[in-house]
């Protein structure tokens, strides 16, 4: 994979991370707003650190076109254990195929961040980059950033001195029926989620397991061509205009309409909240 020989985000976020100290320090108003926006940086190059571990699993085709929370969600959805802090050690193996009794020597802390933190933070430090909004009913002024970006600078600072990222993991790959394009999933990830994502195009698959080996399933519902064969349409593209051809023999559809279908409600007494989980 091509990568930026320019950008280095273990050094971006230490930058970051310091830019934001100093300005912090200063206590003004305008400072903080600069330390926002060094904080957020400095999130988003963590995760781009963190992600780069996985490059052999991410799609050379479209990586280059990500935005900051399309990383954070890719960061999840390649391995389910990217949120997990984990120390990792080592021993001499005795014997092939068997694990090492020890001693063991710890050689490094993986420091991962929370998805749900990441998005949350990055949001809220972003709030802080806006004017305030002159037709607000608030009654009193915005109250100051500085407790929460101090705090922020706390709960990064484990991520940024430690720039220790492992990822050990076996590799599935198929072609995708949305996009064509191939789709590298773990294996480890999949044995526990039954489930796979196309991180190109956004189509879901679920995972079927027979003796021994998976089958990728798109989970969503097909387009069948008057030729009889299906084809899939990834949720990205399902909008009015959108064109697609048919896999087999190239008949050209577009898009013209989303239906919507509503049944009668029987039961009133249920919130809508608890039905819609």
Same mark, same amino acid.
Request: with cysteine; proline share 7%.
């Given at each position: ?34 330390? $926002? ?25 479209? =990586? ?37 009794? &020890? ?41 100051? $950033? ?9 709960? =990064? ?18 072609? @995708?029926?949305?996009? &064509? ?22 189509? !879901? ?22 030729? &009889? ?11 009015? &205009?959108?064109?697609?051809? @048919?896999?087999? @023999? ?5 898009? #013209?309409?989303?239906?919507?279908? #509503? ?6 007494? $249920?919130? !809508? ?5």
């Amino acid at each position: 994979m091509k990568t930026n020989p320019y950008a280095d985000p273990t050094t971006e976020k230490r930058l970051a991370y310091d830019a934001a100290a100093a300005m912090l320090a200063k206590q003004d108003g305008s400072s903080l707003r600069y330390a $926002a926006l060094q904080l957020r940086r400095c999130i988003e190059a963590i995760v781009y650190e963190k992600l780069k571990v996985y490059d052999i699993l991410l799609p050379q085709g479209s =990586i280059h076109q990500w935005q900051p929370p399309q990383a954070f969600d890719a960061l999840i959805a390649i391995d389910p254990g990217a949120e997990e802090t984990h120390t990792y050690a080592i021993a001499p193996q005795k014997e092939f195929g068997k694990i090492a009794e &020890g001693p063991y020597r710890a050689i490094g802390v993986d420091e991962r961040p929370r998805g749900k933190w990441i998005k949350k933070t990055w949001n809220k430090l972003g709030a802080y980059l806006h004017a305030e909004w002159p037709f607000s009913r608030a009654e009193k002024p915005r109250d100051s $950033a500085q407790p929460f970006l101090e705090k922020t600078l706390a709960d =990064i600072a484990p991520m940024v001195n430690s720039s220790f990222t492992a990822m050990i993991s076996m590799n599935i790959e198929f072609p @995708c029926a949305g996009c &064509g394009e191939n789709v590298k999933v773990m294996e480890k990830a999949v044995e526990s989620s039954r489930t796979a994502l196309c991180l190109t195009c956004g189509m !879901p698959y679920r995972a079927e397991k027979s003796d021994g080996n998976f089958t990728f399933l798109p989970d969503r519902p097909p387009f069948t061509c008057d030729c &009889g064969v299906s084809t899939y349409v990834a949720p990205q593209q399902v909008k009015i &205009g959108h064109k697609f051809s @048919c896999r087999s @023999c190239n008949q050209l559809f577009k898009i #013209v309409g989303v239906e919507w279908k #509503v049944a009668a409600v029987v039961d009133n007494s $249920a919130s !809508p909240e608890s039905e819609e989980e």
